[in-house]
């Protein structure tokens, strides 16, 4: 029995292998780079660099640092990731900040026990990758709520004179993620507004975890939290990037009883509560898309903050610029809200320029318009006396 199997294993491979042959040279002309690379922060000094093709295959980064050559592969347990195309690899902060990286992926047409079918590869152009280079003056863009409207979000972006040095996308970039093709929708916002030139800290927002692709999507980052929350660092800043879950609660009808969001950040949480952030930051920053902290799924996020020390709250969901939310909560720590599509034609984007023991602030939209100005203090409670 064990026998006939194995030859029937051995026929059933081999006229896969044969078909992707034939039809080799035809998948092969359309596979390219649909997706281009984004260096994304995914915590423990790590980046990581995620693009996708137009059909799955193989992904892998190549570099210089201190001499040596290096190639770091998209893998999993040893086996190198063949059946998608999104492609994801980790790389060292220290090694990319300041340097120049390219990447790569082949196409796969079929993997077997014993045989597979390769395709060509495709390559990229070397990316020159800026990362913290000591400079005082650090200039963030916030991006949140984008809901699949680049091009306003692009007017509003080119209203500021000034590029950004580090992009924060704080959720709802789309409205679902129901498959792959959504999640590629992120990564062409993130390099549009990146260039893959300056690191991305990505948080998930409650449509982005409406789809089977969502919880997906996490494995992606290859954080070694085991979900989309992480703590890193830009020169003085230390962030601490949380995944606030949905906006309903799990037994919602909306979710037919197929989500558990109660387990997940009650995970997340207990990790929060195991954090002990960098003494030696001079600014330290939650970012997460709701920003509703005093009950998160039962869990007081706001006391957790301050026992932290953070320094300033970034949230986003509620579509409009608010720079004193959460006000009434009396927390010892600034709370403020990016503002993101607003209304049917309206999108609000905000830079963060931080110097001095400062952050000012500006917003302007898609029409030019400047939707806010405001300036916050480190060192000094929201209410303006010495923390």
């Not at 047409?109 to 060509?120: D, H, I, L, N």
């Not at 992120?186 to 692709?213: C, D, K, M, W």
Request: hydrophobic share 35%; glycine share 8%; net charge negative.
């Amino acid at each position: 029995m064990y026998e006939f199997n194995m030859a029937i294993n051995i026929i059933i491979s081999a006229l896969i292998v044969i078909q992707s042959a034939l039809s080799l040279p035809f998948t092969s002309l359309f596979f390219a780079i649909d997706s281009k690379a984004s260096v994304f922060e995914s915590g423990d000094d790590m980046y990581t660099v995620i693009w996708s093709t137009t059909l799955p295959g193989t992904g892998y980064v190549t570099y210089n640092y201190e001499g040596k050559e290096y190639t770091v592969k998209d893998e999993k347990n040893a086996a190198l990731r063949t059946e998608d195309s999104v492609h994801s690899v980790r790389i060292p902060k220290k090694h990319l900040d300041g340097n120049t990286y390219t990447y790569h992926s082949q196409h796969i047409a079929t993997k077997r026990a014993y045989v597979s079918v390769k395709g060509r590869t495709v390559s990229s152009a070397p990316v020159e990758f800026k990362g913290y280079s000591g400079q005082d003056e650090i200039h963030a863009m916030i991006l949140s709520d984008i809901h699949e409207n680049p091009l306003n979000a692009q007017k509003a972006v080119d209203c500021f004179d000034i590029p950004a040095n580090l992009l924060i996308m704080n959720g709802d970039e789309v409205s679902m993620m129901t498959s792959e093709r959504n999640f590629k929708q992120v990564l062409q916002y993130a390099y549009r507004f990146s260039g893959g030139s300056i690191p991305v800290l990505y948080t998930r927002g409650n449509h982005e975890n409406r789809g089977e692709y969502g919880s997906d999507a996490i494995d992606i980052f290859k954080t070694t939290t085991g979900g989309l929350y992480y703590t890193c660092s830009y020169g003085p800043l230390q962030f601490l990037c949380l995944d606030s879950g949905e906006d309903k609660s799990d037994n919602d009808w909306t979710y037919g009883g197929l989500v558990d969001y109660t387990s997940y950040v009650a995970r997340e949480t207990e990790w929060m509560k195991s954090l002990t952030l960098d003494e030696e930051a001079q600014y330290r920053i939650a970012v997460s898309h709701i920003p509703h902290l005093k009950n998160r799924y039962g869990n007081d996020w706001s006391e957790i903050l301050t026992q932290l020390g953070i320094d300033l709250f970034i949230g986003g969901h509620k579509h409009r610029i608010h720079f004193e939310w959460n006000s009434k909560d009396e927390t010892p720590f600034y709370q403020m809200l990016d503002g993101g599509k607003n209304g049917n034609d309206r999108y609000i984007a905000t830079m963060l320029t931080i110097k001095d023991g400062q952050i000012d602030i500006l917003a302007y939209d898609n029409n030019k318009e400047l939707r806010g100005e405001h300036t916050y203090y480190f060192g000094q409670a929201p209410d303006g006396e010495a923390a």
